[in-house]
């Protein structure tokens, strides 16, 4: 069942802009990928980026082509940077957002007592990191509760802000396991109210949507190059606010490219958010991030949310009038994942199924979300995300292979 195309899709982009930009990535020409919020598929921009370098690497010598290649990773920097509407001396590259995000709570200065308050929704690593600050160091955590609607209740978090007065507050903008929006500005607006540390989990968001730190009110954003972003695996980076510096705020353990040891006793912090940063990089997956920040800023971050969206919502109806199928979205705002449960049906073997059928999809259990599948009465999901170079005939192609799947 076909949802009808909106307006806002077909003004977006031109049937020759999606043209191109499929022409653009070499992925395409087998499958249908549909995996984005997993990783999605490099355009040839970025895969030239990371295959010269290296190659440089392999003519040159490692140390050697990271000299050469100085100027172009100072501009990834700054391309990096401008995705999330910040300068690139607040910007510390990382190994992946689960890196950046840890990094950033190792800063923060807990004690005994503290509050560390999140959402029901946050990411799992997070949540198990959470818990390993409760047993460590005897951090309370307090998650508030979703609003009727879905996500986190605003109301309930300005309570928490206002009168536990947590040492930080952590929210994930999209959850991996859901399509929901978290209103992460709105929070940024309480923390700032009253000077609480706010640290924001970026993954599912960076490349899929337009995202400004600034209005946003947080201290820390943590994100991954190899979603939405369309960047290599094994790339991230976190933002830091001026405030974290300002403080003096540094990660448990700085390492030399983060600060100077000046003395035998003594270290210096470096001044800008290298200080969060380690001395060995893959430096050909730093020149693909900023390379895929380049390639979305080009085509126009709101141009690319406001299509992925749409898609997204014409999946989900189509979904919903297959037989046994349970479309588990649920948020006043919904973005580019769609997440379903099929009964009787476990979720890895329709990814398996839909792969077969050279369908990229891919599946969830309940340890990945445990608050929110319990929530549900589902032991996990099929994730489908599509992205803005997707179209109506790869809609078309995964609604016909689960027919044909779950009629089997």
């Known amino acids: 069942m076909k949802a009808p195309a909106t307006d806002e899709v077909g003004s977006s982009f031109s049937p020759e802009e999606i043209a191109r ?6 992925g395409l020409v087998n499958r249908v990928h549909l995996n984005n919020a997993g990783a999605s598929l490099m355009p040839t921009v970025v895969l030239d980026s990371v295959v010269g370098h290296i190659k440089l690497e392999a003519e040159i010598g490692g140390y050697e082509a990271a000299d050469a290649a100085a100027e172009s990773i100072r501009e990834a920097y700054e391309d990096t940077a401008h ?5 690139a001396d607040r910007i510390a590259m990382t190994e992946h957002a689960t890196a950046s995000f840890v990094s950033a709570l190792s800063a923060v200065p807990f004690q005994s007592g503290d509050v560390l308050a999140t959402t029901r929704q946050d990411y799992v690593s997070n949540q198990i990191q959470y818990l390993s600050l409760a047993e ?6 307090v998650r508030v509760p979703d609003a ?8 309930a978090m300005e309570e928490v802000v206002h009168r536990r007065g947590p040492r930080l507050v952590a929210v994930t903008h999209m959850p991996t396991n859901s399509g929901l929006v978290q209103d992460v500005y709105a929070v940024g607006a309480m923390c700032r109210d009253r000077d609480v540390l706010y640290l924001v989990d970026g993954c599912q968001s960076v490349g899929q949507m337009p995202v400004d730190v600034e209005a946003m009110g947080c201290d820390f954003f943590s994100a991954t190059s190899r979603k939405y972003m369309r960047g290599p695996r094994g790339a991230g980076f976190l933002y830091v606010s001026d405030r974290v510096l300002d403080l003096g705020l540094q990660p448990l353990f700085p390492d030399m490219r983060g600060a100077d040891w000046i003395h035998s006793d003594l270290y210096q912090l470096a001044p800008d958010a290298r200080r969060f940063e380690t001395w060995e990089y893959a430096w050909a997956l ?3 991030t900023g390379a895929a920040a380049r390639y979305a800023r080009m085509i126009g971050l709101d141009r690319i949310h406001a299509r992925a969206r749409s898609l997204a919502a014409q999946l ?4 919903s009038a297959l037989d046994g199928a349970q479309v588990l979205d649920r948020g006043a705002e919904l973005g580019a994942t769609v997440t379903a449960a099929f009964e009787g049906r476990e979720p890895a073997s329709l990814v398996y199924e839909l792969r077969r059928r050279g369908i990229n999809t891919s599946s969830q259990t309940r340890v990945d979300a445990v608050i929110d599948y319990d929530e549900k009465g589902v032991d996990g999901s099929l994730r489908i995300s599509p992205h803005y170079f997707n179209t109506d005939d790869d809609l078309d192609a995964v609604e016909g292979a689960l027919r044909e799947i779950l009629v089997a």
């Not at 460590?136 to 955590?141: A, D």
């Not at 009727?148 to 109301?155: C, S």
Request: no cysteine.
């Open 21 to 26: 930009y499929r022409s653009e990535t070499p």
């Open 83 to 87: 995705m999330v509407g910040a300068s």
């Open 136 to 141: 460590r160091f005897g951090v309370e955590v």
């Open 148 to 155: 009727p609607e879905g996500g986190v209740d605003l109301g």
């Open 286 to 288: 730093i020149l693909g």
């Open 316 to 319: 989900r109806h189509r979904l």
